[in-house]
């Protein structure tokens, strides 16, 4: 079997987003998934804006919600933005024709790399507001099920709250670890503290 080589940029110029899947995968977060999410903050926004008796702080939740649907729409907006400028050498030769694309390679390749440049710029914009969003969503629930004062059962609520709090932690850890990796920032202790942690945790899988 043949060792596998990277591709030769000289051979295939055309430029490709990185890691390859990166653009579909995005793409389910930021078009399907922050649409849900920001469905989900507006919605928690109007119960605890009817009920706010029923909350500990329903003034700080409602802001935490309200900003987190605010950073979820302008990820919407700027991931949508950003994909008008991502597109393939396949792509060229489907809208344009084979003939088009080969009379002018060198024209739409520069115009292909500078394209894709805008498109990582407001992608990572997008990812970033995308990020925020869920994280501020997360301290929001985890505000909201804090008990009133005059709530029943308030060792559930503080049990759940907990629970909500550390998972919206570790998402955050965990997005500032892939964000690290790939900008290939790795040489900080945090993203060194991650990789340690992640390692031991497959070593005891293993």
Known sequence: MAEYQAPDTRKNPWKVPKPYGYGPASASALFIAAPLLTAAALGLAGVVGGADDEFQWPGPIL????????????SIQLAYHARLYLY??????????????EAFPKKLRLQQAADQKIWARYQLR?????????????????AALVPPDCGEQPEWRWAAAV???????????????????????????????????????????G
């Open 163 to 205: 629970v909500v709090l550390i998972a919206t932690v570790v998402d955050a850890v965990w997005v500032t670890y892939m964000h690290m990796k790939a900008l290939n920032k790795t040489s900080n202790w945090f993203y060194k503290s991650v990789h340690w942690l992640i390692e031991k945790v497959r070593s005891g899988e």
């Open 63 to 74: 802001l935490l919600l309200v900003i987190a649907a605010l950073a979820l729409i302008a």
């Open 88 to 101: 393939s050498h396949d792509d060229l030769v489907s809208w344009l024709g084979p003939g088009h694309v």
């Open 126 to 142: 997008a990812v970033h507001a995308f990020n925020a969003g869920t994280m501020l969503l997360g301290l929001g629930i985890a």
